[in-house]
């Protein structure tokens, strides 16, 4: 038994607590089993001298780990050093293993990087059409592989990128920092990832993945410097990390217009529990990208400070698909922009072949147990108009703390739903005495 306390204003708030074990956790959807082999990159000739050019060690220590496979797989041992390397492509029945002080780092040579198809539910390149740079770790129709270690770090040395991005000097689409494509069972737990060229972590197709215990950095002004992308992905789950960025924090997303629309593959079944940081866009994001849909997501325990917008579910006309059983709960943020948005006029389209009368559908969406200090405008809540956002349910939400003038605290259209005990009040749209079908979604 602990004591646990905290102050609050004037209060001072203690509880009992019994023990860790209770601490509620979704990482048991893939269990954790134990390597029979253990191979070093020093064995396949891995220098961690920050110079030496590593990529054919980890491509034939990887090439070793596939082709002699092992009962319960093998883990691949990267010990402390700086190991600079080009991208390459994981197999099933890994670990990465990065030791303390161990940092796998990314060349920043664009000329060399590997190009490879553009997503299918995205139809090019999430910036520039046509292809893509493959991610820096690749794991394509992969399972059971685990990056894991004692908080070693990955580094993308994402500058080389950022500046290209901004000069407009780039081809093709920036990589990620790790993409699984087709994979499953994927477990990504006490590492560091620094300075991602784009998106850090992107699951795709992918089901059965859990991310845990990561530190995400990236500098505050880093173009599209996303944490993590679930992306047309099921059985997600994401807990006790730290992530600050450039971009959202956690997005979940399913596709892009008439061609996410084609492919059809919904995210569900997504979990987001206790995670903090800061960013100057979103901290739990939906969207925008969400045309094969997004259902069943819980985010709960979210700490949040200096952001742009806590929470934001985003889709557009053209996006179609739907957004439907999200619930966030106990959220805590400090100094933000907007508490909350809702809304259907947010991203841009692949090109002009998208059919403007796909209209998403936005349903059974509940906050509570909202709270923000320092928060410019609580609320916006701004619907699709031949499609209004509906069962949109506010419970326990105070988002104040900013004095003298500011813009209205709430502002809808094309939404209904229900608000009780929500400080300033919500706009109209939303009724206070008739629960509806949020009853359902409480
Ligand atoms: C793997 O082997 C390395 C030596 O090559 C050793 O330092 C490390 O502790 C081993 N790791 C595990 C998890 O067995
Ligand atoms: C990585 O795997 C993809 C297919 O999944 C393949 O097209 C590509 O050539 C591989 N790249 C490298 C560098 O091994
Ligand atoms: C690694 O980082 C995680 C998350 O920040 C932390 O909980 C854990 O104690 C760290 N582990 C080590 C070995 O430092
Ligand atoms: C989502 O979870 C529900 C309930 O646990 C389960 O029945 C369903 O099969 C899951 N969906 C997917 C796509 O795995
Ligand atoms: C809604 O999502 C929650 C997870 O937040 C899940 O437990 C529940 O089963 C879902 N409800 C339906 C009707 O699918």
Known sequence: MRLRCFTLLCLCCCWFVSGEAETVSCSNIVPLGFRTQNISIT????VGDGRTLNTRAFREAIYRVQHLPRVGGTLLYVPPGVYLTEPFNLTSHMTLFLAAGAVIMATQDSSNWPLIAPLPSYGRGRELPGGRYMSFMHGDGVQDVVITGENGTIDGQGDAWWNKWRQGSLQFTRPNLVEFVNSRDIIISNVVFKNSPFWNIHPVYSSNVVVRFVTILAPRD???????????SSNVCIEDSYISTGDDLVAVKSGWDEYGIAYGLPSS????RRVSGSSPFAGIAIGSETSGGVENVLAEHINLYK??????????????????????????????????RISGDVGDHPDDKFDPNALPIVKGVTMKNVWGVKVLQAGLIQGVKNSPFSDICLYDINLGGVTGPRTPPWKCSDVSGFAHQVSPWPCSELSSNHQGSCANYS
């Open 307 to 340: 952001m742009g917008i806590g929470i934001h579910i985003k889709t557009n006309s053209g996006r179609g698909g739907f957004i439907k059983n999200i619930t966030v709960s106990h959220v805590y943020m400090e100094d933000a922009r907007k508490g909350i």
């Open 269 to 272: 079944n997504i979990t987001i």
């Open 43 to 46: 064995e396949f000739g891995g």
């Open 222 to 232: 880093s173009p599209n410097t996303d944490g993590i992308d679930p992306d047309s």
